[in-house]
Structures are given as C-alpha cells and as structure tokens.
C-alpha cells in the first residue's frame, strides 16, 4: 500500500496560483474543491487537440500520446499534501477576535481588548484568515502567559511554585565539576482512540457491513543513543506485534487489532540518561571537517536564498565551525521568540518561516539551528523525544552538531532563549554543547518511517513522541487521539 507521508517530500513544489491565493485568503474549502477537481483531470482528455479547441479533427488525425497521462507525479503529492493541511488548518486556527479577548479575560486579571490588539499588533500571537475570517491559534493564550511576565503574574489561577532552574543550575554545576551526571528513568505511555472517535469510526464500519474497526497504533521507545543506556521494556498492556531496533531514527512499539470497542495500548519501560557536559569553544577544532549530514532534506531543512544570506552574514569572517555554531546558536536563543505552534502537518518551509518570522517551538528552533548550520558546512541533525522530570513528561525537540576532534555535541535552542528571557546567560550557554539528565531520546532523525510504516497520513509527519494510530487505514490528528506519559521513576545516579 502507498505510504502518503512520502507525498511529504513533494510539499515545497507549492500550489497553482489560483489555489495558492484562496489557501492565502483562507478559503480552504473552494481551494480543497479545486484541487479534487485537477487530480481527477485525465490530461489525456484535456490536452491541446482540436477536440478541445471547439474545432474537428483533421481526418485521420491520431492525438499524440501524452506523457504524463494523470499529471506531474511530484505536483499531485504536492496537492495530495496541500489537500490535508488545509482540511486541518481551521482546527489549527479556531478562535475568533472576540472569542480570544474572552478567553484572556477568564484567565488574567484586567485584561482588555485593547491589550489584545496591541499585542497582536506586536506579533505576539499567531492566526490565519479562516474562510476569509481573522483566527487566532489554538493556543495562542498560553504562548502569551509562558513568554509574557506581567501576565502571568495576573493569572487568576497562579502556577505552582518550581525549582526547575535550581535543580538545572545544581545540575550544570555538577557536570562542569564532575563531567556527567546521569538519572535512572521509567515512564509509562499510552495511546488510544477518543471515545468521539471511535464511535464514528465504528458507526461507518457498520455502514460499510463490517462489526469492528481495524486499528494501528505506534508508541515512541527509548532508542539506543550515546546519552541513553541500560534500556529495559518492562511490560505492556497487551503483546505488540512488533518492536523497532533499539538503533531505529524513530523508535516505536506497534500494535494491530480489530477492535469492537474501544481500547488502550501501553508500554512501561526504563533506562539510565547521561549528561555530559562539553563545551564547543574550549578546543582547537581540526582544519579539515566532515561534511555528512550537511545536505538539505525537503520540504523543511531547505537551502533558500533569505537563509544562505542569513547565514553568510552570521559567519562573516568568522573561520572556526565553532564559533559559527556558537553564532547561529546565538542567532536562533536571543531572536527567535518562543511560540505554541499548530501540529507541523500545517507548517510550510519550517526553517524559513521561522528565520522570517522569528517565532517559533523548541522543534521549529531546532530545524533553524540545524539548517543554518549545514548552510554554514557544519554537520548537524535532529534529535527528539521526551523533556522528563520528577512527576513531569512533555514532547521535546532539539539538535546535535559536530565538531571534529571532540565529535557530536548539543544545541537545545528552546531551552537557551527561555534562558534568555529569565536573564540567565549561565545556563543559556550550558545548552550549547550539553543538555541535561530530563530526556528520553526515541527520535535520531526527521520525517523518518516508522517499522513497520504507518501508510495513512501521521498526525506528525515528521516527528514522533506521543505516538500515533490508523483506524481502517486512515492517520487520526491530534485531537482523535487520546495520549498519556507518567514518570514513575526519576532518580539521579549518585
């Protein structure tokens, strides 16, 4: 069966201009009707020909065979694409001006309309037009409350207390004196369908004759990295099928079932985290450099114009790849303001939105790391999986880089401009060249497949933490499924 996620690949072709203006505008749905009606076009049918000249043929007249009888393969999976983020998109993008006001108003003290719009005006928020109506992203009020102080301190519910930082400036300490630290970990995950969808789903197999639907789900695993090791799978609610290499660019557990109701799918696993602390200016780099993983890999780590002349201007006279990184890595922390972002289904030319827009999510960050380092000949690639403390899991994103003779090292982008904004230059630094004990690694590369392949479209195409599912062949998005990471474990190795 045809894998749609590799229709992925074809996305910067982009769209023909009378789509590409309706999908600006926000009419999705006369630009869906459009692209329905050009990758049903037999061109056999509509080619140059007296027929379609309102004319008749010459007699004896043969048409020419026509080689490309269904079209540009590379335009229909760029359309085929386009399609489904635009059937996402007004999910992406829900809330109305006056919806967005309100939902500030519940949340901080005082907050008016005109405080909306100024922020708005600011940048400070992201939206799209919706069948020619201004929306604003779904989460857009949190963005506003992790990156604004003065309006967090206003929130009507205040957050409880953290230690984070202290815990992350014991932690720097300690790897600075000592080399490494290392916590031993065990998490717990789950994916199931939402009841919502699973009884639409089951609803249509019945209509269809059939009793249950047939279910694929995936769950990310620790995968075998230098940073992680005594990797045990402890238990899972039911045996998998299939369990990826330990050495997979996108490690998973995959189940496959019939189901005639609705079910959870979990795994149970543990293993030791490393830290080790390096950094990239305290050695003399070798002349010569490697150059693997300094090529582009469409549609998002892209070699565009605006980013070869960004990233000439970054590394002017500038001769050491470390200092370059350091200046790319400075780049992306102390311009790049962190925003929540839509699924990266929706997204277009990530890295050079970003570099553009200068807002971004811990993976939007990485990829502008990345890309700007192998401009600049500077190896560099994704890394991803879980940010893990005591009592707490969250996706996470960031990258590695290599610098010959000292070797791969790490560029967490989002956690140095959060860095930034507190004002703690100390740990901004520490996060180029090391990370922390909080991860679990499952991700070595992006828009990798999965083992075996999901062929229906991923929720995330190009990344994997949460997991994902089919149900009768057909990718659920984010909010038909229901996903849950619980830390059972987290205890730093003494």
């Not at 509509?46 to 379609?52: G, H, K, R, Y």
């Not at 997979?248 to 079932?257: D, G, K, L």
């Not at 599912?469 to 990471?485: F, Q, S």
């Amino acid at each position: 069966m045809y894998d749609l996620n590799e229709c992925i690949r074809s996305l910067n072709v982009g769209l023909p201009d009378d789509i590409a203006r309706l999908k600006a505008a926000g009419y999705y749905k006369e630009a869906i009707a459009r692209i329905d009606r050009l990758l049903a076009e037999d061109w056999t049918k509509t080619q140059n020909s007296p027929a379609t000249n309102g004319s008749a043929a010459p007699e004896g007249y043969v048409p020419p065979e026509n080689p490309t009888p269904h079209g540009v393969d590379a335009l229909r999976e760029a359309l085929t694409v386009q399609k489904e983020i635009m059937r996402r998109l007004p999910g992406e993008y829900c809330w109305t001006e006056a919806e967005a006001i309100a939902r500030m108003q519940e949340r901080v003290k005082g907050f008016t309309a005109e405080e909306f719009r100024a922020l708005d005006w600011e940048g400070r928020m992201d939206w799209r037009f919706v069948e020619g109506e201004k929306r604003y992203q779904e989460r857009f009020a949190e963005t506003l409350l992790a990156t604004h102080a003065d309006l967090a301190a206003r929130k009507k519910t205040p957050d409880a207390p953290s230690n984070k930082n202290e815990e992350r400036h014991r932690l720097c300490e300690k790897m600075m004196q000592e080399g490494s630290a290392s916590a031993d970990i065990t998490l717990r995950t789950s994916i199931r369908m939402s009841d919502e969808a699973f009884a639409a789903a089951l609803e249509k197999a019945r209509a269809e004759g059939r009793d249950t639907i047939h279910v694929r789900a995936w769950l990310a695993l620790p995968a075998a990295c230098p940073s992680q090791s005594h990797i045990t799978l402890d238990g899972f609610t039911e045996t998998p099928g299939h369990i990826a290499a330990e050495d997979a660019p996108q490690r998973t557990v995959y189940w496959e079932a019939d189901l005639a109701e609705n079910r959870t799918f979990g795994a149970e696993y543990s293993y030791r985290e490393t830290a080790v602390y390096a950094d990239p200016l305290s050695f003399t780099p070798d002349p010569e450099q490697p150059d693997f993983y300094t090529g582009e890999e469409a549609p998002h780590i892209v070699f565009t114009p605006y980013l070869r002349a960004l990233a000439a201007q970054l590394t002017e006279g500038v001769t050491s790849p470390a200092e370059k990184a350091k200046r790319i890595y400075d780049y992306v922390t102390l311009n790049v303001r962190y925003h929540f972002q839509p699924s990266y289904f929706v997204h277009e030319s990530i890295a050079e939105n970003c570099a553009r827009s200068r807002r971004g999510d811990c993976g939007i960050m990485a990829l502008t790391f990345i890309t700007l380092c192998r401009i600049a000949g500077i190896p560099a690639r994704w890394e991803s999986g879980l940010a893990v403390a005591p009592g707490d899991a969250g996706c996470h994103d960031w990258a590695r880089f290599y610098i010959a003779p000292k070797g791969w090292m790490y560029a967490d982008c989002s956690y140095g401009s959060s860095m930034a904004r507190r004002g703690d230059e100390m740990l901004r630094r520490h996060y180029f060249g090391s990370l922390d004990t909080g991860r679990m690694v499952a991700n070595s590369a992006f828009e990798a497949p999965f083992d075996p392949p999901m062929t229906g479209f991923r929720s995330d195409p190009y990344d994997n933490q949460s997991g994902e599912m089919e149900a009768d062949g057909v990718g659920l998005a984010g909010e038909e499924r229901v996903t849950t990471k619980e830390v059972l474990r987290f205890e730093e190795v003494k």
